[in-house]
Protein backbone atom coordinates (compact mmCIF):
# COMPACT_ATOMS: atom_id res chain seq x y z
CA UNK A 1 0.00 0.00 0.00
CA UNK A 2 1.25 3.46 -1.02
CA UNK A 3 1.81 6.29 1.73
CA UNK A 4 -0.64 9.00 1.73
CA UNK A 5 0.86 12.04 0.36
CA UNK A 6 -0.19 15.18 2.14
CA UNK A 7 -0.34 18.63 0.32
CA UNK A 8 1.29 21.45 2.22
CA UNK A 9 -1.31 23.81 2.86
CA UNK A 10 -1.63 27.53 0.92
CA UNK A 11 0.39 30.68 2.14
CA UNK A 12 -3.25 31.96 2.85
CA UNK A 13 -4.66 29.62 4.40
CA UNK A 14 -1.32 29.82 6.55
CA UNK A 15 -1.76 34.08 6.69
CA UNK A 16 -5.54 33.27 7.75
CA UNK A 17 -4.82 30.75 10.37
CA UNK A 18 -2.59 33.11 12.23
CA UNK A 19 -4.66 35.90 11.81
CA UNK A 20 -7.78 33.92 13.43
CA UNK A 21 -5.06 33.21 16.15
CA UNK A 22 -3.73 36.22 16.80
CA UNK A 23 -6.94 38.32 16.49
CA UNK A 24 -8.37 36.16 19.04
CA UNK A 25 -6.34 36.48 21.97
CA UNK A 26 -5.33 39.67 21.19
CA UNK A 27 -9.15 40.87 21.11
CA UNK A 28 -9.97 38.80 23.98
CA UNK A 29 -6.48 40.35 26.23
CA UNK A 30 -7.47 43.90 24.60
CA UNK A 31 -11.18 43.25 26.52
CA UNK A 32 -9.65 41.86 29.26
CA UNK A 33 -7.21 44.91 30.12
CA UNK A 34 -9.82 47.47 29.48
CA UNK A 35 -12.84 45.70 31.34
CA UNK A 36 -14.38 47.04 34.66
CA UNK A 37 -13.45 43.66 36.50
CA UNK A 38 -11.34 42.76 39.53
CA UNK A 39 -7.42 41.73 38.81
CA UNK A 40 -8.62 37.83 40.11
CA UNK A 41 -11.14 38.02 37.72
CA UNK A 42 -9.32 39.13 34.68
CA UNK A 43 -6.76 36.76 35.59
CA UNK A 44 -9.66 33.79 35.72
CA UNK A 45 -10.57 34.60 32.42
CA UNK A 46 -6.94 35.06 31.03
CA UNK A 47 -6.21 31.39 32.29
CA UNK A 48 -9.00 30.26 30.83
CA UNK A 49 -8.25 31.67 27.55
CA UNK A 50 -4.67 29.76 27.69
CA UNK A 51 -5.91 26.77 29.37
CA UNK A 52 -8.37 26.27 26.43
CA UNK A 53 -5.51 27.17 23.71
CA UNK A 54 -3.20 24.59 24.68
CA UNK A 55 -6.13 21.82 25.33
CA UNK A 56 -7.35 22.56 21.68
CA UNK A 57 -3.71 21.81 20.23
CA UNK A 58 -3.50 18.78 22.38
CA UNK A 59 -7.16 17.65 20.75
CA UNK A 60 -5.95 18.20 17.43
CA UNK A 61 -2.76 16.95 17.61
CA UNK A 62 -4.09 13.64 19.44
CA UNK A 63 -6.66 13.14 16.73
CA UNK A 64 -4.15 13.87 14.09
CA UNK A 65 -1.22 11.52 15.64
CA UNK A 66 -4.25 8.41 15.65
CA UNK A 67 -5.16 9.32 11.95
CA UNK A 68 -1.17 8.83 11.05
CA UNK A 69 -1.16 5.50 13.16
CA UNK A 70 0.94 7.17 15.90
CA UNK A 71 0.42 5.62 19.27
CA UNK A 72 -1.85 7.61 21.29
CA UNK A 73 -3.17 6.45 24.82
CA UNK A 74 -7.00 6.39 25.73
CA UNK A 75 -5.96 8.26 28.79
CA UNK A 76 -4.12 11.22 26.89
CA UNK A 77 -6.49 11.27 24.01
CA UNK A 78 -9.99 11.39 27.06
CA UNK A 79 -7.80 13.94 29.31
CA UNK A 80 -7.19 16.23 25.76
CA UNK A 81 -10.92 16.42 25.08
CA UNK A 82 -11.98 16.25 28.82
CA UNK A 83 -9.78 19.20 29.21
CA UNK A 84 -10.87 21.47 25.97
CA UNK A 85 -14.54 20.77 27.08
CA UNK A 86 -14.20 21.71 30.57
CA UNK A 87 -12.18 24.96 29.80
CA UNK A 88 -15.65 25.98 27.61
CA UNK A 89 -17.49 24.98 30.26
CA UNK A 90 -15.44 27.59 32.54
CA UNK A 91 -15.95 30.22 30.03
CA UNK A 92 -19.23 29.26 29.82
CA UNK A 93 -19.87 29.57 33.38
CA UNK A 94 -17.81 32.79 34.25
CA UNK A 95 -19.36 34.83 31.75
CA UNK A 96 -23.10 33.46 33.03
CA UNK A 97 -22.05 34.68 36.55
CA UNK A 98 -20.34 37.76 35.36
CA UNK A 99 -21.76 41.35 35.88
CA UNK A 100 -21.21 42.64 32.28
CA UNK A 101 -23.58 43.77 29.45
CA UNK A 102 -24.44 40.66 27.06
CA UNK A 103 -22.58 42.40 24.21
CA UNK A 104 -19.54 41.77 26.29
CA UNK A 105 -19.81 38.30 26.64
CA UNK A 106 -20.74 37.68 23.34
CA UNK A 107 -17.54 39.75 22.57
CA UNK A 108 -15.66 37.40 24.69
CA UNK A 109 -17.02 34.42 23.89
CA UNK A 110 -16.59 35.25 19.80
CA UNK A 111 -12.83 36.15 20.12
CA UNK A 112 -12.04 32.67 22.42
CA UNK A 113 -13.85 30.63 20.15
CA UNK A 114 -11.77 32.47 17.09
CA UNK A 115 -8.82 31.52 19.15
CA UNK A 116 -9.44 28.31 19.85
CA UNK A 117 -10.34 27.81 15.95
CA UNK A 118 -6.85 29.31 15.37
CA UNK A 119 -4.66 27.67 17.45
CA UNK A 120 -6.07 24.62 16.25
CA UNK A 121 -6.16 25.56 12.18
CA UNK A 122 -2.02 26.62 13.32
CA UNK A 123 -1.18 23.24 14.79
CA UNK A 124 -2.69 21.54 11.71
CA UNK A 125 -1.24 23.60 9.36
CA UNK A 126 1.92 22.91 10.68
CA UNK A 127 1.60 19.11 11.01
CA UNK A 128 0.49 19.32 6.88
CA UNK A 129 3.91 21.56 6.30
CA UNK A 130 6.13 18.93 8.28
CA UNK A 131 4.41 15.93 6.41
CA UNK A 132 4.60 17.62 3.49
CA UNK A 133 8.19 17.71 3.73
CA UNK A 134 10.40 14.73 2.83
CA UNK A 135 12.59 13.77 5.44
CA UNK A 136 15.83 16.27 5.67
CA UNK A 137 17.38 13.90 8.62
CA UNK A 138 19.77 11.27 7.72
CA UNK A 139 19.09 7.86 8.78
CA UNK A 140 20.33 7.43 12.47
CA UNK A 141 21.46 11.08 13.61
CA UNK A 142 20.45 14.56 13.60
CA UNK A 143 20.66 17.69 11.27
CA UNK A 144 24.35 18.34 10.98
CA UNK A 145 25.91 14.68 11.87
CA UNK A 146 28.50 13.85 9.88
CA UNK A 147 28.27 10.33 8.13
CA UNK A 148 30.90 8.46 8.43
Same mark, same amino acid.
Given at each position: ?????????????????????? /??????????????? /???????????????????????????????????????????????????????????????????? *???????????? *???????????????????????????????
Amino acid at each position: MEPKQTLAPSAAFIAASWIALL /AGMIAFNVGLWNAQM /ALNEKGYYFTVLMFGLFSAISVQKSVRDQLEGIPVTNLYYGIAWFTTLLSILLLTIGLWNAELNKSEK *GFYAMSYTLAIF *GAIAVQKNTRDMKAAKPDERPTGGMPGDKQA
